[in-house]
């Protein structure tokens, strides 16, 4: 059973920048590749980026790319997302998800989930 507890959620101001942070605790494989995805009010989950293991692999959907860097830190079994240049329609809960095999482009393919933490963009 893996945990995955995520922070750094928050209101912020159009342009403005937050770091979401999620630390894996439990069961971890040695290779556990993690990734964050976001769902605003009405709408489905969607996909926002990943990572793997090793950090030499990553993938942004479109809508972040350029904007948003997701990275990991494997000593402390942490993964990153830096967020900037934030847009009103990134308001959403940010969850930090995870799972052993690769790809992760998908909500589907995590198997495990965080709580998810708020993030607020006003305009």
């Known amino acids: 059973q893996v945990q995955l507890v995520e922070s750094g959620g928050g209101l912020v101001q159009a342009g403005g920048s937050l770091r979401l942070s999620c630390a894996a605790s439990?069961?971890?494989?040695?290779?556990?590749?993690m990734g964050w995805c976001r769902q605003a009010p009405g709408k489905e989950r969607e996909f926002v980026a990943a990572?793997?293991?090793?950090?030499?692999?990553?993938l942004y959907a479109d809508a972040v790319k350029g904007r948003f860097t997701i990275s990991t830190d494997n000593a402390k079994n942490t993964v990153y997302l830096q967020m900037n240049s934030l847009k009103p329609e990134d308001t959403a809960t940010y969850y930090c998800?995870?799972?052993?095999?690769?790809?992760?482009?998908?909500?589907?393919?995590?198997?495990?989930w965080g709580q998810g933490t708020q993030v607020t963009v006003s305009s």
């Open positions: 998800a995870g799972d052993p095999a690769l790809p992760l482009e998908y909500t589907s393919d995590f198997r495990d």
């Open positions: 439990g069961r971890t494989f040695v290779r556990y590749h």
């Open positions: 990572i793997s293991w090793s950090g030499g692999r990553t």
